[in-house]
Every structure is written in structure tokens, then in C-alpha cells.
């Protein structure tokens, strides 16, 4: 595991599922759209541990998917093909 940036303003599960994310219970919930927090993996690893045996809530982070660039999109034909 690397370093994750979690960047609570991208997050598309906000603000529902702010209340149950661990990011807020650690830290409150963000007031600023952009406040990033950075976990390392040992970090990442004990929050794991602490949401496996329920004592923290997971990480609830939903990161935007990209839209696919116009040139990967198939080519549709109008007419008869």
C-alpha cells in the first residue's frame, strides 16, 4: 500500500455518508469541500484493522470516475449499414 490522498471535497458519497466515515470520526467533519488528509499504509493499515473489529467506521472515500475521452468512444454510423 502507498501513501492515499483522501480529499474530502472530490468525495461523491458526500455529504451522506460523511457521518460514517472515519475520516470524520477522527477528525471531525470537513467544513472546507478541499481539506486533504494523507495516510501512509502503516496508517492505512490500523484504521483497517480498527474497521474490521467495528471500533471505527470504515473509509468511506468514493472518488469521481473520469469521463472517457471522445476518442476512445466507439463510432456510430447514422444510416444503413
Do not use: W, Y
Not at 6 to 26: E, F, H, Y
Not at 29 to 37: I, N
Amino acid at each position: 500500500m502507498e501513501t492515499i490522498e483522501i480529499d474530502c471535497g472530490t468525495c461523491i458519497a458526500r455529504p451522506k455518508a460523511c457521518s460514517d466515515c472515519v475520516i470524520s470520526v477522527l477528525m471531525g467533519v470537513p467544513e472546507d469541500r478541499h481539506d486533504r488528509v494523507e495516510l501512509a499504509t502503516e496508517e492505512q493499515e490500523a484504521l483497517a484493522v480498527l474497521a474490521d473489529q467495528g471500533l471505527v467506521p470504515p473509509l468511506r472515500l468514493v472518488r469521481p470516475v473520469p469521463p472517457e475521452e471522445p476518442e476512445s468512444l466507439p463510432v456510430r454510423f447514422a444510416g444503413n449499414l
